[in-house]
């Protein structure tokens, strides 16, 4: 299914630390922990979401005991009637005491689900908090110094180019 031999398959398992063989196959719970020790900062990754409105939320709804190292342990809006409560699991926080809790909750990561109008201005305050991981749904580009890793979500761009390719094109079965 990867378009790749077993042999690069099994190359790249024992890269977590773990063997298995064509014979004996793999313990399939070895397996996983050593891929799990891999790709998990030991005792979890703390995040926070920025903006609590209906996206905001959505995301808040997902990540909840999705993953167990990648914890949403604060959110953050301007909105008085959002602060203050608890949203599926998670304290959200006026935005005015982000430094104060990004630094007490140890929070390296951060999803931005904010308008426009003020992704930059929030991305901005993210970085200098210490956020080092950001995942952008604002619907346009913010800018990073290097040493933040961003990743850009742009819903509309997708639906647009799923939309775009399910359309009867007279190329049935042809994606490029």
Known sequence: MAGVSAA???RDLMVVGYEGSPKRGYETEKLLDGIRRTLDEPGGQRMAVVGVGNLGRALLAYFTGR???LAM????DKDPTRTGRVVHGCHCYHIDEMERVID???IHVAVLAVPAVAAQKVTDKLVRCGIRGLLN???VPVHVPASVYLDDIDLTM???KVAFFARDRGNAGVFA
């Not at 342990?73 to 953050?76: D, G, H, L, R």
């Open 67 to 69: 993953r167990p190292g």
């Open 158 to 160: 997708a639906l647009e």
């Open 104 to 106: 007490e909750e140890d």
């Open 137 to 139: 749904f604002a619907p």
């Open 8 to 10: 690069q398959v099994r």
């Open 73 to 76: 342990v604060a959110a953050f």
